[in-house]
């Protein structure tokens, strides 16, 4: 693969520019701020990752009206200071033996009702809770879902990068034997293609072979590959801090009939899902359009999951490609479309790619490997 230079650094401008979204995203939704614990949002929000996530508190105050205060432990104020978005907030630490709440109690409007990131600790809630007993909180997911949702371009630029690399390992990892190795041997090979492929992390190397690809979330075993399994890939990781994600379906030698036929299905109802994509659609109708290939078919009580899932900062994300999901996609969502046969105790098949919608009204697929059924040795 040819080497590209890695992407431009975030600015404390980027980062300021999203912690100010997401204040009026808030103010939108009738909050009177936003409380980030470590994380992803934090990661997104200011560039800052704690090495390590410990009982201190760590918040990210984002109060509608006020600007963002950083509240840190003391001892981890100088990590704090040299995030990425450290200039655009205020740093306000504390020290051991001190109480953190009534620090950031002040920070708070007394009655005001917060989104608090899904990961925060329990034991900080109910501490901020005891200090301001008028103070609601609601789950940051269900607040404002569409926070990381919609990607610039320097953003696109990763997620690309990220899908290029996990393509070419795919390419790779054909050229392996896969009969007589176990599960394990070949999701090794996969996660050392990742990372020679510029991932600084992987998240999940499923290899479901035979029956166990009828496991959707099966993670790799020690079951020996065996000539005439159909084998379920799917791996990714974090590039250049943003997520690739991507399923193909090899053959140890050549398909039955019916097996091809599975795999046929499937690629069809990918199709179908990417074409369905463009600005405007709710995210339903990409999961209808895919599901209804399949169910057609004959097949739609095997196909048991949502046909997609958001992508970014983290593999898995808001919004899902699922029935009942009515927000429109917007150009620069990036989410996955991932139908799947799965045949208990037979075998399974699964495609996916990470698409985003355009500004032109399309489609653009992330993930660019061929769709047809591969086979391996």
Same mark, same amino acid.
């Given at each position: 693969?040819?080497?590209?230079?890695?992407?431009?650094?975030?600015?404390?401008?980027?980062?300021?520019?999203?912690?100010e979204r997401?204040v009026?995203?808030?103010?939108d939704?009738g909050?009177a701020?936003v409380?980030?614990?470590?994380?992803?949002?934090?990661?997104y929000?200011?560039?800052?990752?704690?090495?390590?996530?410990?009982?201190?508190?760590? =918040?990210?105050?984002?109060? /509608? #009206?006020?600007? %963002?205060v950083?509240?840190? &432990?003391?001892?981890e @104020?100088?990590?704090?200071?040299?995030a990425?978005?450290?200039?655009?907030l205020?740093?306000?630490?504390?020290?051991?033996?001190?109480d953190p709440y009534?620090?950031?109690a002040?920070l708070l409007?007394?009655?005001?009702?917060f989104?608090?990131?899904?990961?925060a600790?329990?034991?900080?809630?109910?501490?901020?809770?005891?200090?301001?007993?008028?103070?609601?909180?609601?789950?940051l997911?269900?607040?404002?879902?569409?926070?990381?949702?919609?990607?610039d371009?320097?953003e696109?630029?990763?997620?690309?990068?990220?899908?290029a690399?996990?393509?070419?390992a795919?390419?790779?990892?054909?050229?392996?034997?896969?009969?007589?190795r176990?599960?394990?041997?070949?999701?090794?090979?996969?996660?050392?293609?990742l990372?020679?492929?510029?991932?600084?992390? =992987?998240?999940?190397?499923? /290899? #479901?072979?035979g %029956?166990?690809?009828?496991? &959707?979330?099966?993670e @790799?075993?020690?079951?020996?590959?065996e000539?005439?399994?159909m084998?379920?890939l799917d791996?990714?990781g974090l590039k250049?801090?943003?997520g690739?994600?991507?399923?193909?379906?090899?053959h140890?030698g050549?398909p039955?009939?019916?097996?091809?036929?599975?795999?046929d299905?499937?690629r069809?109802?990918?199709?179908?899902?990417f074409?369905?994509?463009?600005?405007?659609?709710?995210?339903?109708?990409?999961?209808r359009a895919a599901?209804?290939?399949?169910t057609?078919a004959g097949?739609?009580e095997?196909f048991?999951?949502?046909t997609?899932?958001?992508i970014?900062?983290?593999?898995?994300e808001?919004?899902?490609?699922?029935?009942?999901e009515?927000?429109?996609?917007?150009?620069?969502?990036?989410f996955?479309?991932?139908p799947?046969?799965?045949?208990?105790?037979r075998?399974g098949?699964?495609?996916?790619?990470?698409?985003t919608?355009?500004?032109?009204?399309?489609?653009?697929?992330?993930n660019?490997?061929?769709?047809?059924?591969?086979?391996?040795?």
């Amino acid at each position: 693969m040819p080497s590209t230079p890695a992407p431009a650094p975030f600015t404390a401008d980027d980062y300021r520019a999203r912690m100010e979204r997401a204040v009026g995203s808030a103010a939108d939704a009738g909050l009177a701020g936003v409380l980030v614990a470590p994380g992803p949002d934090l990661v997104y929000l200011t560039g800052y990752q704690p090495t390590a996530i410990t009982e201190r508190l760590t =918040v990210l105050v984002l109060a /509608v #009206g006020q600007d %963002p205060v950083l509240v840190v &432990p003391t001892l981890e @104020a100088p990590d704090a200071e040299k995030a990425a978005g450290a200039a655009a907030l205020t740093l306000r630490d504390w020290t051991d033996g001190k109480d953190p709440y009534e620090v950031t109690a002040p920070l708070l409007d007394v009655d005001g009702r917060f989104g608090v990131s899904d990961n925060a600790w329990a034991m900080h809630l109910l501490g901020l809770q005891k200090q301001l007993p008028g103070t609601s909180y609601v789950s940051l997911t269900d607040a404002l879902p569409m926070l990381r949702a919609v990607k610039d371009s320097h953003e696109l630029a990763r997620v690309a990068a990220a899908g290029a690399a996990a393509d070419e390992a795919y390419r790779e990892i054909l050229k392996v034997r896969f009969a007589g190795r176990r599960e394990t041997e070949v999701a090794a090979d996969l996660a050392g293609l990742l990372t020679r492929f510029g991932h600084s992390q =992987v998240d999940f190397t499923v /290899v #479901g072979s035979g %029956p166990n690809g009828a496991n &959707p979330h099966h993670e @790799a075993g020690e079951r020996v590959i065996e000539r005439g399994d159909m084998v379920v890939l799917d791996f990714g990781g974090l590039k250049h801090g943003y997520g690739s994600d991507t399923t193909r379906t090899v053959h140890v030698g050549e398909p039955t009939a019916e097996e091809q036929r599975v795999h046929d299905i499937v690629r069809e109802a990918q199709q179908a899902g990417f074409e369905a994509v463009r600005p405007g659609v709710a995210c339903q109708d990409v999961d209808r359009a895919a599901r209804k290939v399949i169910t057609d078919a004959g097949y739609g009580e095997y196909f048991i999951h949502r046909t997609g899932h958001g992508i970014g900062v983290t593999t898995h994300e808001p919004p899902y490609m699922i029935e009942g999901e009515e927000r429109p996609v917007v150009p620069g969502m990036c989410f996955s479309i991932e139908p799947g046969i799965y045949l208990p105790g037979r075998f399974g098949v699964r495609i996916e790619d990470i698409v985003t919608a355009t500004e032109d009204g399309s489609g653009l697929r992330f993930n660019n490997t061929p769709h047809e059924m591969a086979i391996v040795e």
